[in-house]
Every structure is written in C-alpha cells, then in structure tokens.
C-alpha cells in the first residue's frame, strides 16, 4: 500500500493549525467506511492523525468543526476536553492522558499533503 492519495494543498494549512477531513476507506471487506482525519502544521512540517480519542473512540470534533482548544495551541477532544499535542498527537492533560491519537503517515509531493499506507475507497 504505498499509494499516495492527495489529501490537501499544503497552503490549505495555516501554521500553527488543524484541519478536518472526512475521507472514505476500504475496510477488510472492501466496503467503505468513513474515516475521519485531522493533519496540522507547525512550519514546514506536517502531522496526521485519526480524529478519534483513545478515551473512548469518540471524535475529536463531537462539537461540529472544533478539535482545537479556545486558544488554538492544542487539539482538543470535545467531549472529555482531553488535549492532545499537535504535533506528536500524544495527549497530556485529561482521562486519557500518556496515549496518543493513531498517526497517518503523510508525504508532502509537490506542494500536496498526500497519505499512504492506507488503501482509500475511490469511487469509479
């Protein structure tokens, strides 16, 4: 699985930001499932995560379109307000405190965020 799929633009991304994307992946059936993932930026480098809190598998974003805190520095769960380094995904204040958010592996081709190890469901 070492296609890239092109997630962004990485001027899309601010520095110091997050964003959201709902995505469709094959399951182990090939049915998609929708799959949700957050890609910040600090730089010029870029981070992925699964938009899921390992305290108990509810998305980061329960409150539609915010997985950051008020001051933007973190991401943030919005159920249990657990907060979650932007860069490393690991989370350091709240129940689900010394795990960390599933890491994307992400390359950056020509301007593009692109993920990979990962197979994508892509209509025909």
């Known amino acids: ?30 049915e998609p499932k929708p799959w949700h993932i957050i890609i910040t930026r600090k730089g010029n480098n870029f981070y992925g995560f699964e938009n899921v ?11 539609p379109g915010h997985f950051m805190d008020e001051e933007e520095n973190f991401l943030e769960c919005g159920v249990h307000r657990a907060k979650f380094d932007m860069d490393t995904g690991e989370c350091f204040i709240g129940p689900c405190q010394g795990k960390g958010l599933p890491k994307l592996q992400l390359v950056i081709d020509d301007g593009d965020v692109c993920v990979t190890g990962v197979e994508l469901f892509e209509e025909e």
């Open 1 to 30: 699985m070492n296609q890239l799929y092109v997630i962004c633009s990485t001027n899309q991304i601010a520095d110091a930001h997050g964003i959201g994307f709902a995505l469709m992946k094959k399951d182990t059936t090939g």
């Open 53 to 63: 809190c390992p305290h108990q598998g509810e998305r980061l974003d329960s409150r």
